[in-house]
């Protein structure tokens, strides 16, 4: 069977069937939703920039009856701002085993590891990958995390790879062309 088009690229069928079944997609923060750079200020405040477009798509995944995680291991309290702006219930920070946060959440959301999701940049997040059905890793990850993906985004971390992933799963559901609202 020939790949599906994407806005991202080809697809296999069988990929964009697995995205169809996801209910859950965890994501980590430094290197996925930021660049994975962190800013000090004279003060030693820490600063992280954010691409609306990852918020835009996880508003829209959410729109659509997909629950949306953040597990990462540093705590900031920019992560839990911008997160509660996006409406994300599930923010686990501090976590540096990240396979035990995901089967909690499973069990709690009665959801399991063939509907969920995780993308990540670097070998602490390959822990997700051991409970998730669609593994994807950052354009800039890690080689050896890549190696360990079904799917790498075209898009670095930072810079809209984690609403490259919320397309292809509203595609792979028939909502890509439906989800509209102000981004945040």
């Given at each position: 069977?020939?790949?599906?088009?994407?806005?991202?690229?080809?697809?296999?069928?069988e990929l964009l069937n697995r995205f169809a079944q996801i209910k859950l997609l965890c994501c980590d923060v430094d290197g996925v939703l930021s660049d994975g750079r962190i800013y000090m200020g004279q003060s030693g405040e820490e600063l992280k920039a954010f691409h609306t477009k990852d918020g835009y798509g996880m508003k829209a995944l959410?729109?659509?009856g997909v629950t949306v995680a953040i597990i990462t291991g540093r705590r900031s309290n920019m992560v839990t701002t911008r997160m509660a702006a996006l409406g994300i219930e599930h923010v686990i920070q501090g976590c540096e085993d990240k396979q035990p946060a995901i089967e909690s959440l499973q069990k709690t959301l009665q959801i399991s590891?063939?509907?969920t999701a995780s993308i990540g940049d670097d070998m602490p997040d390959a822990g997700m990958f051991a409970v998730s059905n669609v593994k994807i890793c950052v354009q800039d990850g890690h080689p050896g995390l890549a190696l360990q993906a079904d799917y790498q985004t075209q898009i670095n971390g930072g810079r809209g790879a984690v609403r490259e992933v919320c397309d292809l799963?509203?595609?792979?559901?028939g909502q890509l062309?439906?989800?509209?609202?102000?981004s945040i």
């Open positions: 069977m020939p790949d599906i088009s994407t806005l991202y690229g080809p697809i296999t069928p959410q729109k659509i590891a063939e509907q799963i509203l595609q792979a559901n062309d439906t989800i509209h609202g102000a």
